[in-house]
Nanobody, 113 residues
Framework: QLQLVESGGGSVQPGGSLRLSCAAS????????MGWYRQAPGKQRDMVAR???????DYADSVKGRFTISRDNAKNTVYLQMNSLKPEDTAVYYC???????WGRGTQVTVSS
């Protein structure tokens, strides 16, 4: 059964850090690009970061220098390290299997003092 399960979300103060995980099952993500997206209330879902099978990465301008996407193929997991978090980073964060436009259910990230 295909699954993408996000974890690691939570509430943090501005300037804090979180690491999100996306565990894949039912397929091997070795050969595929994966991505993290986010959706704030009342807004569209936007790309945050992507990583190719060859480990190339790209980021939304708003998170460059603060977020890092990585992958551990042995663990079939993709990560998003988020540092220097800002209130505007508050959103539900989703993992996406790009090739087949397959999504996880998301994990909430709230940045507030």
């Amino acid at each position: 059964q295909l699954q993408l399960v996000e974890s690691g979300g939570g509430s943090v103060q501005p300037g804090g850090s979180l690491r999100l995980s996306c565990a894949a099952s039912g397929f091997s993500l070795d050969y595929y690009a994966m991505g993290w997206y986010r959706q704030a209330p009342g807004k569209q879902r936007d790309m945050v970061a992507r990583i190719t099978s060859g480990f190339s990465t790209d980021y939304a301008d708003s998170v460059k220098g603060r977020f890092t996407i990585s992958r551990d193929n042995a663990k079939n997991t993709v990560y998003l390290q988020m540092n220097s978090l800002k209130p505007e980073d508050t959103a539900v964060y989703y993992c996406r299997w790009s090739r087949y436009d397959y999504w996880g259910r998301g994990t909430q990230v709230t940045v507030s003092s």
